[in-house]
């Protein structure tokens, strides 16, 4: 009887979001690298809906197309065959300077390498994206400091990117993707050179970003993470092999602190003022 009452809300919850409206279609999509004897399909025909609030696994072997499939959904490579519709529009044929504007204002990129740049302190590093959302130097500083106190490198702000140890650089430049709360978040292994506390803490900000409704597509070599995800997408030589929901075992676990919903309250309020 338990278990019947327990499950129940997850079951109403998974019926509603097969029903939500879907934020990323793909259909026959196929990205090509090389041309003549050179040429190679990196991405062999993948036809995918995402709605909007799933949490997405992608795993599969070295070199099947995970980080080029990324750069596609997030809109940096955008020289594909196929089609691809985010939130119902075309977008592959946009100008680079649209495909921008959605990359700045939509999509948060958590890359494979960390793309810090090196002149910039670690809070600077951070409060980029923030530019392009015309808040004030002010505001973008202390909606950094948040986010990075979040990440527990509240003490490293004023670091330069080479002072910082290879974890803490990756968890800076996630810092830096979730900054200004993306909508969708794409993750290459994002938690690949951590410590097991490390990704611990990455993890629980990105399945409190999930709870909060915005969408996650991660890559990991790692099935452990797959338990966060409510799909999970394997794939083989370009293509999808197998695409299976799971039940997110960690959203109701007692590992769920709610970390997100009243520090980002107070992350916003302080960045207003
Ligand atoms: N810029 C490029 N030019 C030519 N080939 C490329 C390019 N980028 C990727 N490839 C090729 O496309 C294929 C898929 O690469 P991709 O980086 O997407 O693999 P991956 O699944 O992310 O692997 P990994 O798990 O090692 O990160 C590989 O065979 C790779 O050599
Ligand atoms: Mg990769």
């Known amino acids: 009887m338990r278990l019947y009452v327990t499950r129940q809300p997850r079951i109403i919850e998974q019926m509603a979001k097969t029903n939500l409206p879907p934020v990323i279609v793909l259909k026959d ?9 050179a040429e190679h399909y990196a991405i062999d025909g993948i036809d995918l809906t995402i709605r909007r609030g799933e949490f ?7 070199g099947c197309g995970k980080t080029t499939l990324l750069n596609v959904l997030g809109l940096l490579d955008s020289k ?3 089609e691809y519709e985010l939130e119902e529009k075309s977008v592959a044929t946009l100008s680079s300077r ?3 504007r959605i990359r700045s204002q939509q ?3 958590i890359f494979q390498s960390f793309n810090l740049i090196n002149r910039l302190t670690v809070i600077e590093n951070v409060a980029l994206p923030l530019i392009y959302k015309g808040m004030t130097q002010l505001a973008r500083i202390k909606q950094a400091s948040a986010i ?7 003490e490293r702000e004023y670091y330069m990117p080479h002072q910082l140890s290879g974890g803490q650089t990756q968890r800076v430049a996630i810092a830096r993707a979730l900054v200004n709360n993306p909508s969708i978040i794409l993750a290459d292994e994002p938690t690949g050179n951590l410590d097991s506390y490390a990704s611990h803490i990455i993890m629980e900000e990105l399945s409190d970003l999930h709870k909060r ?3 996650i597509i991660m890559v990991t ?3 452990r993470l797959t338990t966060y995800a409510s799909r999970v997408i394997t794939m083989l030589d370009g293509k999808i092999a197998t695409d299976t929901q799971t039940p997110t075992k960690k959203s109701d676990g007692d590992a769920k602190r709610p970390l997100g919903k009243k520090k980002r309250a107070k992350r916003k309020k302080e960045a207003k003022s």
């Open 29 to 37: 999509l196929k990205k090509r690298f090389g041309i003549g004897d």
């Open 56 to 62: 997405i696994a992608i795993m599969g072997p070295s």
């Open 80 to 82: 594909i065959e196929g």
């Open 98 to 100: 649209r495909q921008a």
């Open 107 to 109: 999509i948060g990129f």
């Open 148 to 154: 990075l106190h979040n990440f527990h490198l509240g």
């Open 213 to 215: 409704g915005n969408t």
């Open 221 to 223: 070599h790692n099935p």
